[in-house]
C-alpha cells in the first residue's frame, strides 16, 4: 500500500507508552497510510470496549464475592448471638457457685452423710464450667474465622481497586491513542483534498470509530454526519468504506494518472427509488442496495469497460484496500462498474 500519511502520522504515535495488559496490545509502529491509520484507530478502539467489558465483568465477580462474605459473616453473626444465649446461664450458674459464701468452704459440700449429694453438685459445676469452656473456645474461633472472612474481603477489596484504577488507565491510554490517530486520519485525508467537514456534517463523519453506530441507521437513510466525503466531489461513504477508497485512490492515480472516476456512491432511500424505476430489473430494491449503506461505489473512466486496463487492475489490487467486485456483478446483472467495500476484507488488511 501506498504511504501517503508521512509527518501526519508521527504525532499518533509519538510519546505513546504500549500498555502492559494484553487487552491493549496496540502496536507502537506509526501507520504508514490511511488503510493502517483506519485499523490502527478501530484496533485501539475495540480495545477500549474490552477493557470495559472486562472492568464491568470484574465488578461483578467482585460483588459476588462481596455478597458471599457478607453472608458468610451474617452467619457467624447468628451463631455468635446463639452462643451468647447458651454462655449467658452457665456464666450465671458458675459465678454463683464460686461467689455464694457457703459454697467457699469445702466442708459446705460435707456437712453430713456419705457426700453423694455435695459430690453431685461438685460434678455439676464442673461440667458447667467445662460447657462455659467449650462455648468460649467456640466463640473464640468464629471470632478468628470472622476476622479472617474481614481481611479477606478487604483484600479483595484493595485487589479489584487495584484493578480498576489499572484497567482506567489502560482504557485512557487507548482512548488518547485512537484519538491521535483519529485526528492523524483526518489531517491525510485534507491533504488528499477531502473536505472532511463539507456542508458542515463535522469531522466526526470520518472517524471509523464511529461505524458501528453508522450501521445502526436503516439502509438508505444515514445522516449526513455518519457520511465521509470522497476525493471526488459530492460523493461520499461509510467513514471506513471512504478511507479505504481513498488509499486506493492514490495507488490507482499512481498507476494511470488519474483519480478514480466516480458515477455513484451513496444512494438515499429516494435516490434508490429513482434509480430502480428508471433501470427496472438491474437495479436493488430500494432500501436493499449496498449503495444505501454508503459501502458501494460505480466507477467510470474506463473499469466500467469489462476486461479494460482499469476494470484488470481494479480487480488484481482492490482487495489489498477492502474493496471487490462482488460475484454476482460478473454475471447477474453484469454490472462491471459496481464495486464495494467488505468490512470482513477491511479488518484483515
Not at 23 to 44: C, G
Not at 93 to 118: C, K, L, R, S
Not at 121 to 145: I, Y
Not at 214 to 231: D, I, K, M, S
Amino acid at each position: 500500500m501506498t504511504s501517503l500519511v508521512g509527518g501526519a502520522t508521527a504525532g499518533a504515535a509519538h510519546g505513546d507508552t504500549a500498555p502492559r495488559n494484553a487487552l491493549s496490545a496496540v502496536p507502537l509502529k506509526a501507520p504508514t497510510n490511511l488503510t493502517e491509520l483506519r485499523r490502527e484507530a478501530q484496533k485501539a478502539f475495540k480495545g477500549i470496549e474490552d477493557a470495559n467489558r472486562t472492568l464491568k465483568a470484574r465488578q461483578k465477580q467482585f460483588d459476588a464475592l462481596q455478597k458471599q462474605v457478607a453472608t458468610k459473616l451474617t452467619q457467624l453473626q447468628a451463631a455468635n448471638q446463639q452462643l451468647a444465649k447458651v454462655r449467658r446461664p452457665l456464666s450465671e450458674i458458675v459465678e454463683y457457685v464460686y461467689q455464694d459464701p457457703t459454697a467457699n468452704g469445702m466442708g459446705a459440700f460435707f456437712p453430713t452423710g456419705d457426700g453423694t449429694h455435695p459430690l453431685r453438685a461438685l460434678s455439676d459445676v464442673n461440667h458447667m464450667v467445662a460447657g462455659q469452656n467449650n462455648v468460649v473456645s467456640d466463640a473464640g474461633k468464629l471470632l478468628q474465622e470472622r476476622e479472617r472472612l474481614a481481611t479477606e474481603a478487604q483484600e479483595l477489596r484493595a485487589e479489584n481497586l487495584l484493578q480498576e484504577a489499572q484497567l482506567d488507565a489502560e482504557i485512557d491510554t487507548l482512548r488518547t491513542r485512537s484519538a491521535a490517530l483519529v485526528k492523524s486520519l483526518t489531517r491525510a485525508l485534507v491533504k488528499l483534498g477531502v473536505k472532511v467537514n463539507a456542508n458542515n456534517r463535522g469531522t466526526g463523519a470520518c472517524d471509523p470509530t464511529r461505524v458501528d453506530l453508522a450501521a445502526q441507521f436503516p439502509n438508505g437513510l444515514l445522516p449526513r454526519g455518519y457520511l465521509c466525503p470522497l476525493p471526488q466531489k459530492g460523493e461520499e461513504l461509510r467513514a471506513d468504506a471512504a478511507i479505504a477508497f481513498a488509499d486506493l485512490n492514490v495507488a490507482y492515480k499512481q498507476r494511470f494518472g488519474t483519480p478514480i472516476c466516480i458515477s455513484d456512491s451513496y444512494r438515499s432511500l429516494s435516490e434508490q427509488q429513482a434509480v430502480y424505476y428508471q433501470r427496472p430489473g438491474l437495479a436493488a430494491t430500494p432500501g436493499k442496495s449496498n449503495h444505501g449503506l454508503g459501502m458501494a461505489v460505480d466507477l467510470c473512466g474506463g473499469v466500467q469497460i469489462f476486461r479494460s486496463a482499469q476494470f484488470n487492475w481494479l480487480e488484481a489490487n482492490s482487495k489489498r484496500y477492502g474493496f471487490i467486485h462482488p460475484d454476482w456483478a460478473y454475471s447477474s446483472p453484469f454490472e462491471p462498474w459496481h464495486w464495494e467495500y467488505d468490512p470482513k476484507v477491511g479488518s484483515l488488511l
